[in-house]
């Protein structure tokens, strides 16, 4: 019996996954794609209406900064994503808390029922 309740005690313990570096650099390619291709909109727009040179000039200048802005951000981001694989705060609840919550909250409801 007492064997069993310490087993029931190692369930309720939850586990920490940490990602792999490979996810953390898909993740960040992912979204660099997605957050380059803003910035080289953005970036066209206004140098197309700021700059007086022709289209080709207005492309390359934006193609520039999409370059330098996607190799930089990659490199950051991943730092920052491996930084925060090795946090645990924020990645799991114990199970407990919910209970405890609802327990509360059912005894709230039961000790404003008696008042009213």
């Given at each position: 019996m ?5 087993q ?7 586990t920490?996954v940490?990602?792999t ?43 520039i ?16 994503e ?10 799991y ?8 919550r ?10 404003d029922?008696?008042?009213?």
């Amino acid at each position: 019996m007492r064997q069993n309740q310490k087993q029931n005690q190692k369930d309720d313990r939850p586990t920490i996954v940490k990602d792999t570096p490979s996810r953390s650099l898909a993740k960040a390619i992912s979204w660099r794609l997605i957050a380059s291709l803003t910035t080289f909109l953005i970036t066209f727009v206004i140098f197309r209406q700021k700059m007086s040179g022709t289209y080709k000039q207005v492309l390359e200048a934006s193609t520039i900064v999409m370059v330098f802005d996607v190799v930089l951000k990659i490199a950051i981001y991943y730092l920052h994503e491996r930084m925060w694989t090795n946090i645990s705060w924020g990645r799991y609840m114990r199970p407990r808390f919910w209970r405890r919550r609802a327990w509360k909250k059912l005894y709230r409801q039961m000790h404003d029922n008696q008042g009213n």
